[in-house]
């Protein structure tokens, strides 16, 4: 039985892949839902909108090759039009024309449309929620799991971000001291970010031939795009606003996005049908607290991440680990193929 720690896009990929060659499995999860740091929530209007990852390129390739697999389309991000820009806080923002970018993708139905579709092909009991694991011990022959429940394994997979296990799992005997110390110094990407969608009955930005985009360095909101579904039916804005923000009160921080938001967009961008935020600091399923500050990325890939420990009891994955493009979803996709791959080969050497 192999023990799955976590239920984001590496988790739940590893255990498809387990599930194709009929080796047995469990996922213990701490929220009550799938996904982790993929996250879309419906409005009222069942508009899509991302609280967590959203966009990836033509250089994804892996991520692009899972989606195709699992028969899941994708879609260029919308970006036609004038795009705004506020220098300063005291400048106003300024419309201007960006020259084309390399395309930007959004997974159609929105990015849970994977992580569902991975775990339509589990069985319902193959993952169990609400399992915080907070203690793992190896013994000679087996792994014991502490969570909510007991549970008893053969290996171990780690598909959580380091700097979370690292800091919040319990290792008997102690994992080895460079291994702890690479993973405390290891930057959970986006951590610390505040994503917020807006959603309209009208494209109100689209007659005016504005793309829906803004760059700001006034704040609260740094970088907002067209949030619009793929048939283009559904009509929002998503985008990042700058982390501070996190101090302020739910109502405070929906206040200054909504003044800049009008004050950019103009009166029509505050007559939405909702509005939907995600402080990521305080989920604390993502979420670390780091004692020195560490640079975006930092650490991500390390080789150390690629060992296996206790005689290959311990595999480490998610997106952090991947030695490509780790931080992102193809980083997750990559490390839970890798994952997958070494418990497939080592079952077949038995
Ligand atoms: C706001 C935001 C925006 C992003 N934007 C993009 C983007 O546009 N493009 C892109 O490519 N990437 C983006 N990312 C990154 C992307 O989301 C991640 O790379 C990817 O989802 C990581 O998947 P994972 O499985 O490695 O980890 P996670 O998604 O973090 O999954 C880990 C899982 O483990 C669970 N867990 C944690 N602790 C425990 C425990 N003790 N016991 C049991 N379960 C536990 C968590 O609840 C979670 O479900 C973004 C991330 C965020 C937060």
């Known amino acids: 039985m192999i023990i799955i720690i976590g239920a984001g896009l590496s988790g739940l990929l590893t255990a498809y892949r387990l599930k194709n060659e009929g080796i047995p499995f469990k996922i213990l999860e701490a929220r009550s839902r799938i996904g982790g740091r993929i996250h879309t929530v419906f409005g009222e209007e069942n508009t899509p909108v991302e609280m967590g990852a959203t966009w990836f390129q033509n250089q994804h390739t892996q991520l692009i090759a899972l989606l195709e697999e699992l028969g899941i389309n994708y879609f260029e991000q919308f970006i036609e039009g004038s795009v705004f820009y506020q220098p300063s806080a005291n400048a106003p923002a300024q419309s201007i024309q960006i020259p084309k970018q390399d395309p930007s993708y959004r997974i159609s139905g929105g990015s849970s ?3 569902n579709a991975l775990y339509e092909k589990l069985d319902p009991d193959d993952v ?35 700097k979370l296990w690292s800091k ?39 007659p005016k031939h504005q793309s829906g985009a803004l760059f ?16 283009r039916s559904k009509y929002a804005l998503c985008g990042f606003i700058n982390a501070s923000f996190q101090n302020l009160n739910d109502e405070k921080r929906r206040t200054s996005v909504l003044r800049q938001l009008t004050s950019v967009f103009g009166e029509q961008a505050g007559d939405f049908i909702d509005y939907k935020e ?8 993502t979420f670390e607290y ?3 500050e560490l640079y975006p990325h930092q650490n991500n890939g390390n080789p150390i991440f690629r060992h ?35 418990i497939i080969a080592g079952k077949k050497v038995q």
């Open 168 to 206: 919040r799992i319990l290792f008997e005997p102690h994992l080895p001291n460079d291994l702890m110390q690479m993973a405390t110094q290891t930057h959970t990407w986006m951590e610390d970010s505040i994503k917020i969608a807006v959603t309209y009955a009208q494209p109100f930005w689209l």
């Open 308 to 342: 296996s420990f206790f005689e290959g009891k311990l595999l480490i994955s998610s997106s952090e680990s991947a030695s490509e493009y780790p931080g992102y979803m193809e980083g997750a996709v990559y490390a839970g193929n890798i994952t997958a791959e070494k």
């Open 113 to 115: 449309h994977l992580i």
């Open 290 to 292: 780091s004692h020195n």
């Open 128 to 162: 169990l929620f609400d399992q915080t694991v907070t203690e793992i011990k190896f013994h000679e022959n087996s792994v014991q799991v502490i969570a909510k429940d007991v549970f008893a394994g053969d290996k171990i997979i780690l598909a959580i971000p380091p």
């Open 278 to 285: 995600c402080v990521w600091s305080r989920e604390i399923n």
């Open 216 to 231: 700001s360095n006034a704040g609260p909101i740094t970088e907002l795009y067209d949030h619009c579904n793929q048939e």
